[in-house]
């Protein structure tokens, strides 16, 4: 199994600019998750869809966040408009359960 | 609110030493407790966990037992080896709302020399 694969790796954009994340789960797997990461606030639950359905989204910090699951191998986290404070490691993880197990590598992404 | 606090990086150790990273919680209730981790280049892994008091999680070498009495959840390995050099994270499950997150503490970086 390939794992979770995200693109892309790194990203760096201008502020204002619509950025896009992809994240392909572990086939099979009917959990998916976003973090963010960054050095000031540790890993950060963004967002949890089951069965391709959003659960959870308590944790996307404003409207500029979107995300969406069309089917089951495939989601994308958006930000428009991107700004400085958005630049952050951002991980996709997915699971057959509710805990994520195992986590992509990760999109690197610079808002200047 | 529910926390997790990690003692603070880097530690630096040599091959076959005794590692020990603290973790410490603070929760209402008693969450499910978990070790992760990051190697260089990677995502996070979940790498041993335990869902009550006593418990032990092991994997890989590596224990964490749950100790209630003192809210803690300290990795250990007897004998590390390089290859252990990564950034390990521990967690708990925080229920809100009916439903369940993960809160992570910020994670301790360990690396292990020849």
């Known amino acids: 199994d390939a794992g979770v694969i995200q693109s892309p790796r790194h990203e760096v954009t201008e502020m204002g600019q619509e950025v896009t994340l992809r994240c392909k789960p572990i086939s099979g797997h009917n959990s998916l998750f976003w973090y963010r990461q960054t050095m000031m606030r540790g890993l950060e639950l963004l967002i949890y869809f089951n069965n391709n359905v959003p659960i959870d989204d308590s944790g996307m910090p404003e409207d500029r966040f979107s995300a969406k699951m069309p089917n089951a191998s495939f989601s994308t986290l958006k930000i428009q408009p991107s700004e400085p404070r958005d630049s952050a490691v951002y991980f996709c993880?997915?699971?057959?359960?509710?805990?994520?197990?195992?986590f992509g590598e990760g999109s690197w992404l610079t808002v200047v | 609110g529910d926390s997790v606090t990690q003692m603070e990086g880097p530690v630096t150790l040599s091959e076959e030493a005794f590692l020990t990273i603290n973790c410490t919680y603070t929760?209402?209730?008693?969450?499910?407790l978990f070790w992760y981790v990051q190697y260089p280049g990677e995502g996070l892994q979940l790498l041993l966990k335990a869902t009550k008091a006593d418990d032990k999680g092991s994997n890989k070498g590596f224990e964490a037992t749950y100790r209630k009495e003192t809210t803690s959840f300290h990795l250990e390995k007897g004998s590390v080896q390089v290859s252990d050099s990564a950034v390990y994270f521990c967690?708990?499950?925080?229920?809100?709302?009916?439903?369940?997150?993960?809160?992570f503490g910020k994670g301790t970086k360990l690396t292990v020399n020849p």
């Open positions: 929760a209402t209730g008693y969450p499910s």
């Open positions: 967690a708990l499950i925080r229920t809100q709302g009916g439903s369940e997150k993960l809160v």
């Open positions: 993880a997915s699971s057959f359960l509710r805990l994520p197990r195992i």
